[in-house]
Structure formats: C-alpha cells, structure tokens
C-alpha cells in the first residue's frame, strides 16, 4: 500500500457500507508524506477508536482499489485526517497526492483492533516507524485522560523511527505534548543522520537503539508496533526473546504497493 497499513487477512471492506469524504485541505508534511483532512459528504461525524483505519475506494485505470490508512486524528473532531507516504510509481499515490480541496473519494470503515484497551499497565511503548505514528497520534488525547483521570500512575513512550531529521512527521506536537505531560516521554531515532546538534528526545540510530534506555520490563510494559514489517518482525522476536509474552506485543504492519 501506499505507505498505509497492510489489512492482513481482511478482504470484506465492500461488504460494509461505504460513504463518500470530501477532501477539506492537504499539505505536505515532510518530502515524501502527505497529511490530508477530509469531511464526510453528508456531514454527519465518522465515528472510530483511536489507532483504528480506513480503507480509500480509489478509481484506478482498471479497478478499484483499496488503500488502507490508520487513522491520524482523535476521535470526536469532524474532520477525518490521514497521512499518506510517496510510492514512486504508484497509482494509487499518483492519485492521492493529486487531491485538492472539494474532491471526492470513496471509503470503508472504521476498521481494526489496534486501539489502546481497559487495562492498567504500567507503561505503554508505542514503537513506530514512518507513517505508522498516525495511530499513536490519534491516542493522545486517550492518553491525556488516562494520566488525568482514568489511570494517574500510567507512563508512555513514544518512540519514532525515520531515516533523518527532514522525514519527521508530527515530531513538534509529540515534543510538545511531552512538555505538558511529565509522564508521557518522545524519542526520534534517525537510522542515517542526525543534526550537529540535537534535541533531548532525537537519537541516532533504529528504534531499538533507545531499548536500553526505556529498561524495557516484560513484567510492566506492553509494547505496540506500528510501521514496516521488516522493524515489527525484527522487534518482535527481540521483545519475545527478553520475556515479553506475545500478547503484551501488539502488531500493525504497513506495506508499500502501487
């Protein structure tokens, strides 16, 4: 897909029903990531759990097709954003990127189980790589109330992963949100390159580069995954490998296709 999530063994998205969004704004985020609101064309607010997706209906030369993208937003605003990456070559981008305000696409959903449940752990760490931070980005105000109300002694990592400090999307308002919430802490980890002089919560290296510094607890934690699949299955087996039971390891692949 075009830097969206891959739904794995969901092939019922047109039994469904589907409705039709209006593209409200779009702007391009980072080089290569393109951030797009959208309203649903009979007003009425899409109703959804942070950190599910949806699927875009989109008219390609020969068919349609389906592309699938989690949810970049909190639940509760009338607008529905998602955050699209570039796939040289794509149809399925060409298109995409191509929408202006006033256009018009067909979607399914919500869809996915990839959400934030009623349970009480001591930490949450939201691993991801690239787009697939739009779900974490959705959470935060979930996660806001559960340091408020719901769960006062609860702790979150955000941990980002891209290749260099330009392909930073959302990088501010996670910094941000880290100053206001003492107990919510955002690392950015560039696999290539990283600035002469970097922020607190920037680090050179892939994700598991800040996995040390977490001391990560299988007893405590439960770790979400969100991104390429080479990074979850990598991480996986790591997290497996230190004690983690597979179901305090959740798992949402993205896929890149045309």
Same mark, same amino acid.
Request: include cysteine.
């Given at each position: 897909?075009?830097? +969206?999530? %891959?739904?794995?063994?969901?092939?019922?998205?047109?039994?469904?029903?589907?409705?039709?969004? @209006?593209?409200?704004?779009?702007?391009?985020?980072?080089?290569?990531?393109?951030?797009? +609101?959208?309203?649903?064309?009979?007003?009425?607010?899409?109703?959804?759990?942070?950190?599910?997706?949806?699927?875009?209906?989109?008219?390609?030369? !020969?068919?349609?097709?389906?592309?699938?993208?989690?949810?970049? %937003?909190?639940? #509760?605003?009338? !607008?529905?954003?998602?955050?699209?990456? *570039?796939?040289?070559g794509g149809v399925a981008t060409t298109l995409l990127f191509g929408?202006?305000?006033?256009?018009?696409? $067909?979607? $399914?959903?919500?869809?996915?189980?990839? !959400?934030?449940?009623?349970?009480?752990?001591?930490? *949450?760490?939201? @691993?991801?790589? #690239?787009? +697939? &931070?739009?779900? *974490?980005?959705?959470?935060?105000?979930? @996660?806001?109330?559960?340091?408020?109300?719901?769960?006062?002694?609860?702790?979150?990592?955000?941990?980002?992963?891209?290749? %260099?400090?330009?392909?930073?999307?959302?990088?501010?308002?996670?910094?941000?949100?880290?100053?206001?919430?003492?107990?919510?802490?955002?690392?950015?980890? *560039?696999?290539?390159?990283?600035?002469?002089?970097? #922020? $607190?919560?920037?680090?050179?290296?892939?994700?598991?580069? &800040?996995?040390?510094?977490?001391?990560?607890?299988?007893?405590?934690? @439960?770790?979400?995954?969100?991104?390429?699949?080479?990074?979850?299955?990598? %991480?996986?087996?790591?997290? !497996?490998?230190?004690?983690?039971?597979?179901?305090?390891?959740?798992?949402?692949?993205?896929?890149?296709s045309h």
């Amino acid at each position: 897909m075009a830097g +969206g999530f %891959n739904p794995k063994g969901k092939t019922h998205f047109m039994a469904h029903p589907t409705r039709r969004l @209006i593209v409200q704004w779009t702007k391009r985020i980072t080089p290569l990531i393109q951030h797009l +609101g959208f309203l649903a064309e009979d007003k009425q607010p899409i109703p959804f759990k942070a950190g599910q997706f949806i699927t875009l209906n989109i008219e390609g030369p !020969t068919k349609i097709l389906h592309r699938s993208y989690s949810i970049a %937003n909190a639940p #509760g605003d009338d !607008t529905l954003e998602l955050a699209c990456a *570039y796939v040289e070559g794509g149809v399925a981008t060409t298109l995409l990127f191509g929408l202006q305000p006033g256009d018009a696409v $067909s979607a $399914s959903g919500p869809f996915g189980l990839f !959400t934030l449940k009623e349970e009480r752990p001591m930490r *949450y760490v939201l @691993i991801a790589t #690239g787009t +697939g &931070v739009a779900p *974490y980005r959705s959470m935060l105000k979930d @996660i806001q109330d559960r340091f408020e109300n719901a769960h006062p002694e609860l702790n979150v990592a955000l941990v980002l992963g891209v290749r %260099n400090p330009t392909e930073l999307l959302f990088g501010e308002e996670f910094a941000q949100f880290e100053k206001q919430q003492s107990r919510f802490k955002f690392y950015a980890c *560039y696999s290539q390159v990283l600035l002469e002089n970097p #922020g $607190s919560f920037e680090r050179l290296g892939r994700v598991q580069v &800040v996995f040390d510094e977490l001391a990560l607890n299988p007893e405590n934690d @439960i770790v979400y995954l969100c991104g390429n699949p080479n990074m979850i299955d990598e %991480n996986f087996a790591l997290l !497996t490998e230190m004690g983690f039971d597979k179901k305090a390891v959740r798992r949402e692949k993205y896929a890149f296709s045309h």
